[in-house]
C-alpha cells in the first residue's frame, strides 16, 4: 500500500458526460501529480500541484481540469467525455515540488481510477 | 520515430535466469533516467533511478545507461516469480517527475 488513496476505482460513463476523480495523497506529502495510462499512448503526466498550486502542466486536454485543496487533496475533472478518454487515471504524490529521486523525492503512486467511456 | 521505443513483450523467462529488459530514445538532453515497476492492476513504483552514463546496481538490479547509443538496461538476476510486473522505463532533461516521457512498457513473466 502506497498510502496515496483514489476513488472511485472503476468508473463506467457515456460519452459527453462529466466526472470527478479524487486523490489523497500520502501523509505529508504536498505535491500531487496525475497520470493518464492507456494503451496507445502509455503512460502520460496531465498536471501538478503543489501546496495547492498549479506547478506544471504536461498533455492535459482542455476538457480536464484539477485542483488541490487546502487539506492536499486533488480532485480531476474530465468533462465532454469520449471514448478515447477511456483509460487509467493515476495520482502520484510526493513530499517535495521539483526534484526527483536524485534529491530523495520519492514518489508514490495510488492503484489507479480505471475509467471506460461508453 | 517515438521519443521512447520500448519492446512490449511479454518476455517469458524460467525462474532464475537473467533478464535484460531494454530501452531506446531519440532526445539527447535526457540524463536522467529511471525504471518503475507496475504489478497488474497496482501503481508503478520506482525500481531504480541513474543519472547520466553509467551502471547502478541495487540488490539483484543492475541499471546501465549508455548516452553515446541512447540506450538504457535494466537486469534482473536470479529472476524470481515475483518480479512478474510491467516494467516502465521513463526519462527526462531535469530531475523532475512532471517531465518525464515513459516507454510503454515491457511485460515479464518469469515462471517457477
Not at chain 1, 4 to 23: E, N, W
Not at chain 1, 39 to 54: A, H, R, T, V, W
Not at chain 1, 100 to 105: E, I, K, Y
Not at chain 2, 63 to 73: F, G, H
Amino acid at each position: 500500500d502506497s498510502g496515496v488513496t483514489q476513488t472511485p476505482k472503476h468508473l463506467i460513463t457515456a460519452t459527453g458526460q462529466r466526472v470527478t476523480l479524487r486523490c489523497s495523497p500520502r501523509s505529508g506529502d504536498l505535491s500531487v501529480y496525475w497520470y493518464q495510462q492507456s494503451l496507445d499512448q502509455g503512460l502520460q503526466f496531465l498536471i501538478q500541484y503543489y501546496n495547492g498550486e498549479e506547478r506544471a502542466k504536461g498533455n492535459i486536454l482542455e476538457r480536464f481540469s484539477a485542483q488541490q485543496f487546502p487539506d492536499l487533496h486533488s480532485e480531476l475533472n474530465l468533462s465532454s467525455l469520449e471514448l478515447g478518454d477511456s483509460a487509467l487515471y493515476f495520482c502520484a504524490s510526493s513530499v517535495e515540488e521539483a526534484t526527483g529521486p536524485s534529491g530523495g523525492n520519492t514518489i508514490y503512486f495510488g492503484e489507479g481510477s480505471w475509467l471506460t467511456v461508453v | 520515430q517515438k521519443e521512447v521505443e520500448q519492446d512490449p513483450g511479454p518476455l517469458s523467462v524460467p525462474e532464475g535466469a537473467i533478464v535484460s529488459l531494454n530501452c531506446t530514445y531519440s532526445n539527447s538532453a535526457f540524463q536522467y533516467f529511471m525504471w518503475y515497476r507496475q504489478y497488474s492492476r497496482k501503481g508503478p513504483e520506482l525500481l531504480m533511478y541513474t543519472y547520466s552514463s553509467g551502471n547502478k546496481e541495487d540488490g539483484r538490479f543492475t541499471a546501465q545507461v549508455d548516452k553515446s547509443s541512447k540506450y538504457i538496461s535494466l537486469f534482473i538476476r536470479d529472476s524470481q516469480p515475483s518480479d512478474s510486473a510491467t516494467y516502465l522505463c521513463a526519462m527526462s532533461w531535469n530531475s523532475g517527475y512532471s517531465t518525464l516521457t515513459f516507454g510503454k512498457g515491457t511485460m515479464l513473466l518469469v515462471s517457477p
